[in-house]
């Protein structure tokens, strides 16, 4: 047993208030977490934040903005930005954390909170066609690095090898077509990723290609780089079969849409921040 699970780190960085209830201060739980910098740590709290909000509960109540003072010397010192952090928003910021290091799998299983599945659902059929795409891309970031990660145990290791891995899958999935091919079919500039314009039904499509393809590979502890392309695209095959039997529209002819995910992803979080929440000074 690893010495994190030995010794559960969350436990130690829990605090309560006067009324008794647990809380976790984020600049804690962003060492525990392993984020060197604030800034890029705040990044994951503000994805969280969006989740919470997907979910229908308030982000004034999980993830309340204190500042407290921090000692510069000579008598000086500032007031630095910190959330006073439920568990529930503690469990979505590792959701949206690095799924391969220890301590955010460790985090997952700890804040771990019974119900939430059920409620997204609920709550996910409710949500405008710009926040499904927000979830279903958020999904699809996190379970591309456990794609990448069972790929390269496959000995995909080198860019270029992921890179033909990955159209594999898409040429199964979209009837042929390469992540070039798709690219050039909706009109994107060199810079700019399929995934981020995409619906949610291709990006669900996706979704599901990306988390059958890395169960397989991982099930059947697969080593060799042409099984795993074959894998990938069989995958992304069966994938579209499906889709055909339903008589859905094929991944290729679903609309392109005109917003990118990062431009709604800043409409959203600019949202949020415009909302007031109340600062609680803790001198």
Not at 17 to 24: I, L, S, T, V
Not at 54 to 75: E, I, M, Q, Y
Not at 250 to 262: Q, R, S
Request: glycine share 6%.
């Amino acid at each position: 047993m690893s010495k994190i699970t030995e010794q559960i780190p969350f436990d130690n960085i829990k605090q309560f208030d006067k009324e008794g209830d647990e809380f976790w201060l984020a600049r804690d739980l962003q060492e525990v977490l392993e984020y060197a910098k604030w800034e890029n740590f705040k990044k994951v709290v503000e994805k969280a934040m969006l989740a919470c909000k997907h979910a229908g509960n308030s982000t004034s109540f999980h993830f309340p903005d204190v500042r407290k003072n921090v000692d510069l010397g000579l008598g000086r010192s500032k007031k630095i930005q910190d959330y006073k952090l439920s568990r529930y928003a503690c469990y979505l910021i590792v959701q949206n954390g690095d799924p391969r290091k220890e301590v955010i799998a460790l985090g997952q299983t700890y804040f771990a909170v019974q119900t939430r599945k059920a409620e997204e659902m609920q709550t996910f059929n409710k949500l405008d066609e710009n926040n499904k795409r927000l979830v279903i891309r958020s999904q699809i970031s996190q379970s591309n690095q456990l794609l990448a990660h069972a790929a390269h145990q496959a000995n995909i290791k080198t860019n270029k090898q992921f890179a033909t891995f990955q159209n594999y899958g898409y040429r199964g999935l979209y009837g042929g077509l390469t992540v070039g091919s798709i690219h050039k079919r909706k009109g994107l500039e060199k810079n700019e990723k399929i995934l981020d314009y995409m619906g949610s039904t291709e990006l669900g499509a996706n979704l599901f290609r990306i988390t059958q393809t890395e169960a397989r590979l991982t099930k059947d502890m697969i080593v060799l780089r042409d099984e795993a392309n074959n894998i990938h695209h069989e995958v992304g095959k069966k994938i579209r079969g499906l889709m055909k039997d339903m008589k859905t529209k094929l991944p290729e002819n679903l609309a392109t849409p005109e917003k990118n995910i990062k431009t709604i992803e800043r409409e959203e979080i600019s949202k949020i921040k415009n909302i007031n929440i109340p600062i609680m000074l803790d001198e």
